[in-house]
């Protein structure tokens, strides 16, 4: 951090000529005006502290020689102090400084912009940025501006993951949209910010259009995706009895189209309204199946224990053993007869059948 000794050394007002150094005063001026907008350019609003410690191990000049270059420029309005997001007079950022060293101080480059084309930039940024306030100068909607497209930026990587799984959108766009933002914040100082806004203002509300709906996406209507995708999975095992139905097969083909859209955001209400339908349809198709299932199941399971109260009696078994087999048989015909799922009926049977096999083989 920035010592309070020397703040104290600062003077402010027009340049002196200070320090010995009186030939070197305006180039070293440029060269730390420039150092000072490569950073700004770079990453945004510049430490105080990190720029004067850099700038003087790479040249010959001390920390209070480019403390008070900065201090000139910022009297001249060449770039500005800020804390807290509020711009400070030199003679306010020295007091604070005096006052607590560890205060942060950060400095922006003031290169402005002509009063029109900011005026157009005011105008289009409105659209995209309902929380501008009314009276807005060029440095303060430039973060504004930075702020957005971060925000941006972080809430669609976020995203990237979970559009990367297949059958879910947003893939191409959200690699697209991020690309076109590091673009945009490759340089953040203000006049950078406000003239590239400006250049690709259409892309840019494209951009904000996309985000918006991305956003509104992932945020509101995944879960209904999932579903969506894996009721679209369970269909095709019913389609034969979907073609049969006019009605169904309509809304099953409008689904279809809907799930393989490049773009079916502004779809997804309809989605979610047919889906209902194609649902219900389908259950009633999976109902009858289980009915049936199960009803040959259980008459199955019945030919087995017949079959084996035959085989015990012509091989007269062991009466332990023989009421041992078909109790279990039994059993598991009972919980067929009450199976509610075609995976679970189809299970049993399988259990039934084995057993059936296993003990006959005993014989």
Avoid at 19 to 46: C, H
Wanted: hydrophobic share 40%; net charge neutral; with cysteine.
């Amino acid at each position: 951090m920035i010592f309070c000794k020397l703040a104290k050394k600062i003077e402010l007002g027009p340049r002196q000529m200070v320090f010995g150094f009186e030939g070197r005063n305006t180039n070293n001026q440029d060269s730390v005006l420039l150092f000072i907008e490569k950073e700004y350019q770079a990453g945004g609003p510049a430490a105080l502290d990190g720029l004067i410690s850099s700038k003087s191990q790479s040249e010959e000049l001390s920390e209070l020689e480019i403390l008070q270059i900065i201090f000139w420029l910022a009297e001249e309005l060449k770039i500005h102090f800020f804390t807290k997001d509020h711009i400070i007079s030199p003679l306010q950022t020295k007091r604070m400084l005096i006052e607590n060293s560890n205060n942060r101080v950060f400095v922006v480059t003031n290169k402005q912009v002509d009063r029109l084309k900011f005026e157009q930039a005011l105008n289009m940024g409105r659209s995209i940025l309902p929380a501008l306030p009314e009276q807005v100068d060029q440095y303060t909607f430039s973060r504004h501006l930075v702020t957005e497209f971060k925000t941006w930026q972080t809430t669609l990587k976020s995203y990237a993951s979970q559009a990367e799984q297949p059958l879910f959108p947003g893939r191409k766009e959200i690699k697209n949209s991020t690309i076109l933002l590091a673009k945009f914040l490759e340089k953040q100082d203000s006049y950078s910010m406000i003239i590239s806004f400006l250049k690709y203002q259409s892309r840019i509300v494209q951009l904000a259009e996309t985000a918006m709906v991305l956003i509104r996406f992932y945020t509101q209507k995944l879960s209904f995706w999932q579903i969506f995708v894996d009721r679209m999975q369970a269909f095709e095992t019913n389609l034969t009895e979907i073609r049969k139905d006019n009605n169904i097969l309509t809304k099953y083909c409008r689904l279809s189209e809907i799930f393989k859209s490049p773009y079916p955001y502004p779809l997804i209400n309809e989605a979610e309204c047919l889906l209902t339908d194609v649902q219900d349809f389908h259950q009633r198709v999976e109902q009858k199946k289980m009915e049936t299932l199960r009803s040959k199941a259980f008459a199955e399971t019945d030919k087995m224990v017949r079959k084996l109260i035959s085989l015990f009696d012509t091989f007269e078994s062991d009466q332990k053993y023989r009421n041992h087999c078909l109790s279990e048989l039994r059993a598991l015909s009972k919980r067929i007869e009450k199976g509610n799922g075609i995976e679970e009926i189809n299970t049993l049977y399988n259990d039934a059948k084995d057993l059936f096999v296993d003990v006959i083989e005993e014989m």
